[in-house]
């Protein structure tokens, strides 16, 4: 059974840091792309950051610079470190399996940035 299973959202001041983790079973994750996929109430689903099986990282331009993707295939995990939140960055993150036609989702982990 695929599970994807993320944490560590959160509420947190602007200017703040949050690190994500999906802890992932159920495939064969290294052979995966990972990504982090955040929506936005009222918003369409935005891919922010992606990580290739091999280890290949993409950005969404509003992060570049602020976050930071990252896997260990060993604990079957992947992170997003994201730093210098805004306000802009509230939302549900989900996290996001890939490998070809076959993708998995987590249940969505909710980051709320607000003083």
């Known amino acids: 059974q695929v599970q994807l299973v993320e944490s560590g959202g959160g509420l947190v001041q602007p200017g703040g840091s949050l690190t994500l983790s999906c802890a992932a079973s159920?495939?064969?994750?290294?052979?995966?792309?990972m990504g982090w996929v955040r929506q936005a109430p009222g918003k369409q689903r935005e891919l922010v950051a992606a990580?290739?099986?091999?280890?290949?990282?993409n950005y969404a331009d509003s992060v570049k610079g602020r976050f930071t993707i990252s896997r260990d295939n060993a604990k079957n995990a992947v992170y997003l470190q994201m730093n210098t939140l805004k306000p802009e960055d509230t939302a549900v993150y989900y996290c996001?399996?890939?490998?070809?036609?076959?993708?998995?989702w987590g249940q969505g982990t909710q980051v709320t940035v607000s003083s």
């Open positions: 996001k399996a890939v490998r070809a036609l076959v993708s998995y």
């Open positions: 159920g495939f064969i994750f290294s052979s995966y792309s």
């Open positions: 990580i290739s099986s091999g280890d290949i990282t």
